[in-house]
């Protein structure tokens, strides 16, 4: 729900209180559906410390409601910039700085959202010479796809560095951002929202190392395990690497080998472990695994880059496999029980 803004004497959860009393119950209801418990408690209460409002007024606070619900779709179709073109064509230049003033304010639109429309390719090549903490912060407000793609292409020695920054990050003051969105502003032309928000943390970087290629994956944790143990152990309780497949259980093993293909299993076994092969051979029948080593040992040598992506395509399959909770991998260095 969009929360309302105070202004005249009256605050944005009473206006909001008033605008689902005009709903009526059942409209109201469905709103409370997307609202966590405290805020419910508190319109409720609004709602029942209500007095009576003027016509007027209730027109006022309608009107008000459709323009941010609005604002707010022209925001989620094409950002913040395609919004002020549409509502500027439909209300004027100052209506529309009020209304992306109050929508900002409600919404908390997140700091650098001009970017969503800019290719990770081209926004590396603004960000790439700026200070590692600058990046961390550019990153950490991004798409963890987006900002995978940017870290991977950083070089090799900056990645861990970044990767770190962005897991010990926490909020970030609107000084800062400002700061750092002026910088990117004159290099993309372009104008962002400044509001304070949280980002970063070991979540957020796990979500943006889960995406990135397998190399950069090994370059990221193996420098963190000498900088930071206590971090990179943290990290790697909420990640899925290759090796942590001797960790699956053997029917959940089962299960994801019917999605991956032969050619991928051969090469991802080619710079495996011997526990790692095992787990993988005891979950096949003896045929398919005479057959799966008689493809390895027919085919030579190959590239570690091949192996690297074939075993990256397997992680994926798991992860998938696990977000729809058709597997389970136990997490956390043996401490979650599965019953």
Avoid: W
């Amino acid at each position: 729900m969009i929360l309302m803004v105070a202004s005249r004497g009256m605050t944005g959860r009473q206006k909001a209180a008033n605008m689902l009393v005009f709903l009526g119950p059942e409209k109201s209801a469905q709103i409370f559906k997307h609202m966590n418990e405290e805020e419910i408690e508190q319109l409720t209460l609004e709602i029942a410390n209500l007095r009576q409002v003027s016509t007027d007024k209730m027109d006022e606070i309608y009107r008000e409601f459709f323009e941010m619900c609005l604002a707010s779709q022209f925001i989620g179709q094409g950002g913040i910039e395609y919004a002020k073109e549409v509502l500027e064509r439909a209300y004027g230049e100052e209506k529309t700085i009020e209304i992306i003033s109050r929508i900002s304010a409600s919404l908390q639109v997140r700091p650098f959202d001009f970017t969503r429309k800019t290719e990770p390719t081209q926004l590396l090549n603004f960000i790439q010479s700026e200070h590692p903490q600058t990046i961390a912060l550019v990153l950490a407000y991004l798409e963890p796809e987006k900002a995978a793609e940017i870290l991977s292409s950083l070089p090799p020695e900056r990645q861990a560095d970044v990767a770190k920054r962005i897991a010990i990050m926490d909020t970030t003051s609107p000084e800062v951002i400002k700061e750092v969105e002026k910088v990117l502003e004159r290099k993309l032309s372009s104008v962002a929202p400044q509001e304070m928000s949280e980002a970063g943390g070991v979540k957020s970087v796990v979500e943006i190392i889960n995406r990135v290629d397998r190399s950069t994956e090994k370059t990221i944790m193996a420098t963190l395990e000498v900088q930071d143990p206590e971090l990179a152990e943290e990290i790697k309780k909420l990640m899925f690497v290759f090796e942590d497949i001797v960790i699956i259980d053997d029917r959940s093993v089962q299960r994801v080998l019917r999605e991956v293909e032969t050619q991928d299993l051969a090469l991802a076994l080619k710079g495996a472990s011997n526990d790692v092969a095992q787990k993988i051979y005891s979950n096949m029948s003896t045929r398919a695994g005479d057959m799966l080593r008689e493809d390895i040992e027919f085919m030579g040598p190959v590239r570690l880059r091949d192996v690297e992506e074939a075993q990256q395509r397997i992680v994926n399959i798991i992860r998938r496999l696990e977000e729809s909770n058709e597997i389970i991998v136990a997490r956390g260095g043996g401490d979650e029980i599965i019953v």
